[in-house]
């Protein structure tokens, strides 16, 4: 790991990820906190560039008198709103890179036999956090959840907790140096003190076997040492109960059947309350939360839901929030893009490029729309370096582990667009094999790009397909490469039997922009180029599904034509602030024909 405090004798993993925190009691530190903008990481490090132990700004010194000198000061520092990306919040801070220092004050009263944790839900990339000058761990990654232990370090009554975070791009980071998506710095999802008993339930895996429509297994992993700890979980609306006791490792394992058990499809997005209860040493704890069963396999070209075949009709979503740019991270911001989903006619969406927050996951449980979620390992990685290998792990084994009682998650992906060599193929292996290994019950795909043309037929065969459930194909037919008529001569194959999903499609298009559809980002050529693109997808034989990119524009660096891009990719079907484009309408009256004659899953 790349850790912010590696040289620093006081740096510390984060403690195992606590799940299901949304069903916990909570303190939310959510709000405006005091930010310091330190582009030298003076508040880190010395003149000398040596970890700072004694004097660093996880210290929130203030001065005692008149003559002590400290050369920083968050109560006069101006605020940043969390959670919330800093690009978005001061003109200023739009393209920076580097450290920004947030601190907050609160008041805290410990309760006996109770432990606190600190749970961000994102900080993007590199972070770390101290609670009362003590540092508490740190973190690489921006895109994942994590925990810190902070009983010992919090105080009866006023308590602060400052907070290192740097967004600076590394080429042996995950994602590495280029992206085509805005490299949002802060604090960007939610901020709770999470309570828990001494002994508690700190994770659980509940789901449907695989192959059957009626049985209910899982585990359920305890936190702190225990002696006889046992757990029972419910499911009180089928009068479903099993108590069982934990290994000496804290884990219970569990199981059962009900033929009365409705499974979770997009037509009949069904979650049941699932009640888990644990009790080792005097010390209880109970959680809840809202599940859904259901089955994804694949046979052959097909992909299987609930055992009946299924299109997964798609489409592509950044993490970008609808109206005021930046970072999406609330329940409104994922009503409203998967809203837009629904109303072009999806049944599944791709959220690229890395997980996204939480709230995105559990509206599409609610709302019935099946979901690929995956890990940023993106374009060129640094394939040989083991750190980078371990740091994309971990982001895929933090991801599995916050999201995997998600009915609404299908596809697990371990990566997209990346370049075929013999280094980045073993890289990719290793990711399936740590995500098979952490759920076997979804599908693993990656976002490939096509290997061979011959003439007008391009051959999906990269190695890595062997490896895969089903195979993620890019390609910008009537973009970047010729134009959109041309997609009428093409024809796919593949040497392997498995479903595609063509997870990438589409062009640019600024929206109320119209002329002739030979004009490149008016509307009408996004809208012609869809409509070569459908004819050419309805001719795929093993096609099963698409996630055209991208569902709203969102903003690029990359993207730089004035009066057209100005740093955005326009690639959306819908603009940033709403507006459907006439490509919108292809792919809905698409989508609608698609989902005439396709086959019911339920």
């Known amino acids: 790991m790349l850790s912010v405090l590696a040289a620093s004798a006081f740096a510390q993993q984060p403690a195992p990820l606590i799940t299901s925190v949304e069903h916990r009691t909570t303190v939310s530190l959510n709000g405006p906190w005091h930010a310091i903008v330190d582009p030298y990481d003076t508040g880190l490090k010395d003149y000398r560039s040596h970890v700072r132990s004694q004097d660093g700004f996880f210290l929130n010194a203030k001065p005692q008198t008149p003559q002590d000198l400290i050369e920083y000061s968050f109560d006069k520092s101006e605020t940043l709103n969390v959670p919330g990306d800093w690009n978005t919040q001061r003109p200023s801070l739009l393209f920076y890179e580097g450290t920004i220092w947030y601190e907050k004050s609160f008041s805290y009263h410990p309760k006996p036999r109770t432990r606190v944790f600190l749970y961000l839900g994102a900080a993007n990339y590199s972070s770390a956090v101290g609670v009362n000058g003590t540092v508490v761990c740190d973190h690489e990654g921006g895109f994942t959840s994590f925990n810190c232990e902070v009983t010992p370090a919090l105080h009866d009554g006023e308590n602060f907790v400052v907070i290192y975070v740097n967004n600076t791009r590394k080429a042996e980071a995950v994602p590495t140096l280029a992206t085509d998506w805005w490299n949002y710095g802060g604090v960007t999802r939610d901020v709770q003190l999470v309570e828990v008993p001494e002994r508690f339930i700190q994770d659980s895996f509940v789901h449907l076997v695989p192959g059957t429509r009626d049985q209910v297994a899982g585990w359920v992993k305890l936190g702190g040492a225990a002696t006889h700890p046992i757990v029972t979980v419910r499911i009180p609306e089928l009068a479903l109960e099993r108590t069982v006791a934990a290994n000496s490792s804290g884990v219970a394992e569990f199981s059962f ?99 996204h927050n939480e709230h995105m996951l559990r509206m599409a449980d609610r709302m019935g729309l099946m979901v690929w979620s995956e890990i940023p390992v993106y374009w060129s990685i640094a394939w040989d370096n083991p750190a980078t290998l371990a740091n994309a792990q971990s982001q895929l084994t933090d991801n599995i582990t916050r999201d995997k009682n998600r009915a609404s998650i299908v596809i697990w992906s371990v990566g997209n667009e990346t370049p075929v060599t013999e280094a980045r193929t073993k890289f990719m292996q ?108 309805d001719r795929i034989p093993f096609l099963r599904g698409t996630s055209p990119w991208i569902l709203m524009d969102f903003r690029s660096p990359r993207r730089l034509l004035p009066g057209v891009q100005d740093y955005y990719n326009r690639k959306g079907l819908v603009s940033d602030q709403g507006t459907k484009k006439k490509a919108f309408y292809v792919l809905k009256n698409w989508y609608e024909r698609k989902g005439m004659v396709e086959r019911p899953a339920r």
């Open 430 to 537: 290793t990711l399936v094999k740590t995500a098979r290994g952490l759920d076997s019950t979804r599908l693993l795909a990656a976002a490939l790009q096509v290997q061979h043309r011959d003439g007008t037929t391009r051959v999906i065969d990269d190695p890595l397909g062997r490896d895969l459930d089903v195979l993620g194909c890019n390609e910008y037919i009537g973009w970047y490469e010729g134009k959109p008529e041309d997609a009428d001569k093409a024809n796919w194959q593949s040497p392997y039997d498995k479903p595609l999903i063509m997870s990438e499609f589409g062009g640019s298009a600024r929206a109320g922009w119209h002329g002739s559809s030979d004009v490149r980002f008016t509307e009408e050529w996004q809208e012609d180029l869809y409509k070569h693109q459908t004819a050419m997808l």
């Open 257 to 355: 059947s009900d033929k009365r058990l409705q499974l979770w499809s997009p037509d009949h997005p069904k979650l049941y309350k699932v009640e888990i209860e644990s009790s080792a040493d005097g010390a209880k704890d109970k959680i809840e939360d809202e599940i859904g069963f259901r089955s994804i396999a694949v046979r052959g070209h097909d992909i299987l839901l609930n055992g009946a075949p299924i299109f997964l009709r798609g489409v592509s979503i950044h993490e970008e929030a609808p109206y005021r740019s930046g970072r999406a991270y609330s329940d409104e911001d994922a009503r409203t893009l998967l809203g837009w989903a629904q109303e072009l006619g999806a049944n599944f969406v791709r959220l690229a490029h890395y997980p």
